[in-house]
């Protein structure tokens, strides 16, 4: 028989380089430059981490470790329509056709001529979100009979772009982000982050 006890949860290791909300500060995006403690893999709470521009090391369990805002090579697509530093002072758009782990080759269109450059990831322009929770969910799962008690809900949260500046523009699915489905619960905590690249896209609804 399978045991419905939940299993303890492991508390994530913060490395150097990682960022971190610090929620006594509300703080974000804070880059980790040095962490002492957290040797026992199974609970890392101990661990106590510097951040750049502060001095004093700061309690694991007053931090929540994101992925931060830098754009990686698995956030982009082929075919995705990008805007970028240009390396002129101003900005370039175009359609993104190759990739490295560092750079992107895009190709760009200057009156009737089509070129192709390679962009640093650094430098081309994308969203950032940053999902933390949510509280006191009305639950959609409850059902009587049949042996279920307490069934709640299993929330997640998905976030759309709108490609259109009008009012009634219908939500598009051409760049999506989805949390993780939690169970049971209608205090729902994600702690996730997301980026969006496609540059002609306003943030419509979360």
Avoid at 53 to 71: A, D
Avoid at 97 to 112: F, L, P
Avoid at 142 to 160: A, C, E, F, Q, T
Avoid at 172 to 184: A, F, G, R
Wanted: glycine letters at 8%.
């Amino acid at each position: 028989m399978r045991s419905l006890l939940k299993q303890p949860s492991i508390t994530p290791r913060i490395e150097k380089g990682d960022f971190v909300h610090f929620s006594q500060d509300n703080a974000f995006d804070l880059e980790v430059i040095d962490v002492v403690g957290g040797n026992n893999d199974k609970d890392n709470s101990d661990q106590k981490v510097k951040v750049m521009g502060r001095q004093e090391f700061i309690p694991r369990n007053h931090l929540v470790k994101f992925s931060g805002p830098r754009l990686r090579s698995k956030d982009i697509k082929s075919g995705a329509q990008v805007q970028f530093n240009d390396g002129k002072g101003g900005t370039g758009t175009g359609v993104i056709d190759g990739q490295t782990n560092s750079e992107v080759c895009v190709k760009t269109e200057e009156g009737s001529n089509k070129l192709q450059q390679w962009v640093s990831l650094e430098d081309i322009h994308f969203l950032y979100v940053m999902v933390f929770s949510a509280h006191s969910l009305k639950n959609t799962d409850k059902k009587l009979g049949m042996g279920v008690v307490n069934n709640r809900s299993d929330p997640y949260i998905k976030i759309h772009l709108q490609t259109d500046d009008s009012a009634d523009s219908t939500l598009q699915d051409k760049e999506v982000h989805t949390t993780e489905v939690l169970s049971d619960v209608l205090d729902p905590v994600w702690n996730q982050d997301f980026r969006f690249v496609f540059w002609q896209c306003q943030v419509n609804s979360i």
